[in-house]
């Protein structure tokens, strides 16, 4: 072995582990919080709570430090990671709310379908967000089982803005609409109530942990995408009080519980080596919140901006034998990335159409001299305006509006504070040594500027810029229903 060139050992290191894959596909799950901040993780910076088991999936497997969301919000960050798409490619912006008559279309491949064409038997408790109509719920895009929330569970009637209308009925009349919960197709329970809430944590979990137990012994992929840490804050009496920071604490050290819980199931039936875990946030905190939102630490800003905060977020891999355990990956990555990975890891086929994710195991696998596959990464956000690129160690943010506290503190006990306007005009940060997006170098390197422009053309041709004007021309239309009613 030693007379091979280290581009050959790679290769066939590389095919090894795709040919034990093929005899034995990995079990796949996704662990996927909502609005968690980047530094809300311990070994990624946390202070006033715990995270253990987190930590310990970390020292198992692969800390990725540049790892980032397609946009800084729920339903496009979600489409991104179940399509390997561009949300704004399928026509997803921001978050779909209950009146929404749009959702992903039935033409769009999920990562569930790719892993049912090799036989695997698929899963999702929590969080959807992918469209509420019954056409665009789980079970009619690759999932056997769903039980959980289509949206956001501040889109109810308990939420602190709607909660001086008491009476159900008024809120209703007034256009609130309720937050169901649903299993497969059916709503069991359209009503969710906050009781519901404080054991929607421990409650999904233990749908989890059955699915596993019923299908340990064949190919499985688990989608758990928990509500919280989104606001409201809602916990279990277990955890309630249980760390310094208070409720947000509280509620992140109940997740923790819940990777705890996964994994334990893992192991009890001797698949652990068996299982590629994943974990990651939807995007960075919410920070009007203050004490009910997370930290994105030295990151600029947070949710609902393409500052760092808002679309780096933590995440770990684990896979023993084939991740590297203990060992940090700071090169670029994101999530549509996961379903061509994912993929090529399990011998399925791509989709037939255009996705704009690429397969980036060499960098999981902790491959000596691995790069990033992609020339950049596009964020766009708001209406489907391109407002900043990365491609290498470079970040470019292009004109634009950008909400922020400016400096002020964050809402408490689960009100927010109201955020104000500004505006950034083109600027550039080198990430390697300004992660924190503090040092404007566009002046120092008109090169890098010129080039990055460049390339953003290039995206715009393809996705569009509402900020430019440019109409681009590959876009794919989202499902919609048909309106038969004024």
């Not at 290191?13 to 034990?20: E, I």
């Not at 491949?109 to 790719?114: F, G, H, V």
């Not at 009619?140 to 939420?159: I, K, Q, R, V």
């Not at 705890?260 to 652990?272: C, K, N, P, S």
Request: proline share 7%; hydrophobic share 35%; net charge negative.
């Amino acid at each position: 072995m030693r007379f091979l060139t280290s581009g050959c050992y790679v290769f066939l290191v590389t095919q090894t582990v795709l040919a034990a894959c093929m005899e034995r596909p990995p079990n796949v799950v996704i662990i996927y919080t909502d609005d968690q901040g980047y530094a809300d993780v311990g070994c990624f910076g946390a202070q006033d709570f715990k995270t253990p088991n987190l930590d310990r999936l970390a020292q198992q497997g692969r800390k990725f430090t540049s790892f980032y969301v397609a946009q800084p919000v729920c339903s496009a960050s979600r489409t991104a990671l179940l399509t390997g798409c561009y949300p704004n490619r399928l026509g997803i912006h921001g978050a779909l709310g209950p009146r929404d008559q749009h959702g992903i279309s039935a033409d769009e491949t999920t990562l569930a379908e790719i892993c049912k064409s090799r036989g695997y038997t698929t899963a999702i408790f929590g969080k959807w967000h992918l469209g509420c109509q019954e056409m665009f719920l789980p079970p009619n895009h690759g999932f056997d089982e769903f039980y959980g929330l289509p949206y956001s569970n501040d889109m109810w009637p308990w939420h602190p803005r709607v909660a001086h209308l008491t009476d159900i009925a008024e809120r209703r009349k007034k256009g609130y609409p309720d937050l169901p919960l649903i299993e497969g197709t059916t709503v069991v329970h359209s009503e969710v109530a906050p009781e519901d809430q404080m054991r929607f944590t421990r409650q999904f979990t233990e749908r989890a942990i059955g699915f596993i137990d019923r299908n340990h012994d064949r190919p499985f992929f688990l989608y758990l995408p928990h509500p919280m840490p989104h606001v409201p804050l809602f916990v279990s009496e277990r955890f309630d009080g249980t760390s310094v920071q208070g409720r947000y604490g509280d509620v992140i050290q109940e997740i923790d519980w819940s990777v705890g819980q996964i994994m334990e199931t893992l192991a009890r039936h001797d698949i652990e080596d068996d299982t590629l875990v994943f974990f990651a946030s939807d995007n960075g905190p919410w920070l009007s919140y203050g004490d009910h939102a997370g930290s994105a630490g030295i990151l600029r800003e947070g949710k609902g901006t393409t500052f760092e905060g808002g679309i780096r977020v933590p995440c770990i891999m684990r896979w023993p034998g084939h991740i590297p355990a203990g060992t940090v990956c700071d090169e670029p990555l994101m999530t549509i990335d996961i379903l061509p990975t994912v993929t090529q890891l399990i011998g399925a086929e791509l989709p037939k159409h255009k996705i704009d994710g690429k397969d980036v195991w060499p960098l999981l696998a902790g491959e000596e001299g691995a790069k990033s596959p992609q020339e950049t990464y596009c964020f766009y956000y708001h209406k489907n305006a391109l407002q900043a690129l990365r491609s290498g160690k470079w970040k470019l943010h292009f004109p634009h509006k950008y909400a922020t506290l400016a400096g002020q503190e964050g809402g408490r006990d689960g009100t927010p504070v109201s955020y104000s306007q500004q505006e950034i005009g083109y600027a550039l940060f080198d990430l390697e040594i300004d992660p924190g997006e503090t040092t404007d170098l566009a002046e120092k390197y008109p090169d890098v500027v010129a080039r990055l422009k460049h390339l953003a053309d290039t995206i715009r041709s393809e996705l569009s810029d509402s900020l430019t004007g440019v109409q681009g021309n590959g876009h794919r239309e989202p499902g919609r229903i048909a309106k038969s009613f004024k």
